[in-house]
């Protein structure tokens, strides 16, 4: 085996109430990032393997046996900022155990935001930024070649994404994944990569705001293959802002149709980029769910996220998805700089009065390379070295959040809690999901345990 990518186990996933094993987990995506490198390494004939150690219930132990048993020149693991932790764990571990016999990468969100990452820790031998299809491909070469690696590499953006092959998803095993919204089997995919806006909270805009997009052909051909190939029945677009060019995903949606491509899915975009036209023609494409990145249930602290839309527009957009049959998720955020107890209490009872099919609540984690994270800094929420202290095991898994003086963790927590137990426990919530779920005993066992989840959690 010539190289080995890790998707290394995260305390992210505990926000889900997470964890395989005898433990219910409410969501569980591919690793799309680590298959499309595993797509353009075998398309030049390098030998890869994918490890999705969240998804499969890997854990260190495990994999000190597979390395052994594959003997990789190289080993890549991705990691988000919770990731961290457990990232630098398992290289510090690889590398006790196998020297420079091997070498380790790091890449992904966090060392995106803070390139500086692995000077700190010094376990890997390289890191890269940004987006690696092409990068990562020239650094394996390298290495495969006996040339001397090292130092932080930035990824290179690639103009075209339709020379990208699709992502490998015959490395992992595609029973494994699914959403809480659909007892289906399903994947994720991508139409487009980059985001031209700059949200406070978002550490995304360090990567670059250049938008791409992939043809409509090559998308519908990726899904169609998924759809002979693995029994793929629900598709999860994970684009940053699926609608944001209007003729994009018309283009896509037109095309689905021509070629009678019975599928259902899903998307995430903004409140201010749908209408009732598009909805209907996503919507006899087989979009069947939105996710809208509400965020607050106050117009003022909207406009301080730099989210420009009021509660009216609000309103319109989720009325119109249930006027077209179109399910939605209101993404809501708790613990904003400047952020009232009255803005929060519009907050928890929010998601009720839009009368949204579902809600996540988050409380607010800076996270590096977002205006978030300095203003964090320079208010005193958090010290400079935060996320260091977390990954070194400090702050055990406990994530850093940003707690205004007026609010303590437990209280701000708490009215997480409270967001959830106001809009998934009142009795027509319950009887209108089961109404949903009465043809459907896979969805109804689904939904069950999500509101057995939530129970315990509250």
């Known amino acids: 085996m010539d190289v080995i990518l890790i998707n290394p186990p ?14 219910k987990e409410l969501l569980s995506y ?12 075998e398309k030049n004939h390098i030998t890869v393997k994918v490890i999705d150690c969240p998804a499969n219930g890997t ?13 990789p020149s190289i080993i890549g693991i991705t990691a988000t900022t919770p990731q961290t932790q457990s990232a630098v764990n398992l290289s510090k571990i690889l590398k006790t155990k196998f020297g420079n016999n091997i070498f380790i990468g790091l890449g992904g969100a966090h060392i995106s935001a803070d390139p500086d990452f692995i000077k700190r820790f010094s376990f890997f031998d390289f890191g890269l930024t940004g987006e690696g299809d092409q990068t990562f491909l020239d650094i394996v070469k390298q290495i495969l070649a006996d040339k001397k690696v090292s130092g932080v590499y930035r990824g290179e953006a690639l103009a075209n994404l339709d020379t990208i092959p699709f992502p490998a998803r015959h490395l992992i095993d595609n029973s494994l994944y699914f959403m809480p919204i659909n007892a289906k089997r399903f994947t994720s995919i991508i139409t487009s990569r980059g985001c031209p806006y700059d949200c406070l909270y978002c550490s995304r805009p360090v990567i670059g705001k250049n938008i791409r997009y992939r043809s409509s052909d090559m ?28 003729d994009h995903i018309l283009s896509i949606c037109k095309k689905m149709i021509d070629q009678k491509l019975d599928v259902e899915w899903g998307c995430q975009t903004r409140i201010d980029l749908v209408d009732e036209s598009i909805l209907r023609i996503m919507h006899d494409a087989g979009c069947r769910e939105i996710s809208f990145g509400v965020e607050s249930g106050s117009d003022r602290i909207r406009s301080v996220l730099r989210k420009h839309f009021d509660d009216n527009s609000v309103f319109s957009a989720f009325k119109l998805c249930r006027k077209v049959g179109i399910e939605t998720t209101a993404f809501l955020l708790l613990g904003l700089p400047t952020e009232t107890k009255e803005d929060m209490n519009k907050t928890i009872n929010f998601g009720k009065k839009i009368d949204a099919d579902y809600i996540e609540v988050h409380v607010s984690t800076p996270f590096p390379g977002s ?9 005193g929420i958090i010290p400079a070295d935060i996320w260091d202290k977390y990954t070194q095991g400090e702050l055990g898994s406990t994530l850093p959040l940003f707690i205004q003086k007026y609010l303590t963790r437990e209280e701000l927590l708490e009215a997480q809690k409270q967001a959830y137990k106001n809009f998934y426990f009142r009795s027509s919530y319950i009887l209108k999901r089961l109404s949903r779920d009465i043809t459907s005993a896979q969805k ?15």
């Open 59 to 71: 854990n260190e132990i495990d994999l000190i046996e597979i390395v052994e048993k594959e003997k």
């Open 10 to 23: 995260h305390s992210f996933m505990q926000a889900h109430r997470g964890g395989k094993k005898g433990k």
């Open 444 to 458: 109804l066992k689904r939904d069950v345990a999500v509101m057995r989840t939530l129970r315990g959690s509250n």
């Open 371 to 379: 205006d978030l994270f300095t203003i964090a800094i320079e208010d």
């Open 219 to 246: 998308v519908v051909a990726e899904m169609t293959e998924c759809v002979e190939k693995y029994g793929i029945e629900w598709f999860q677009f994970v684009d940053d802002t699926l609608t944001l060019k209007r």
């Open 30 to 41: 591919p690793p799309l990032g680590l298959l499309y490198l595993a797509a353009v390494l």
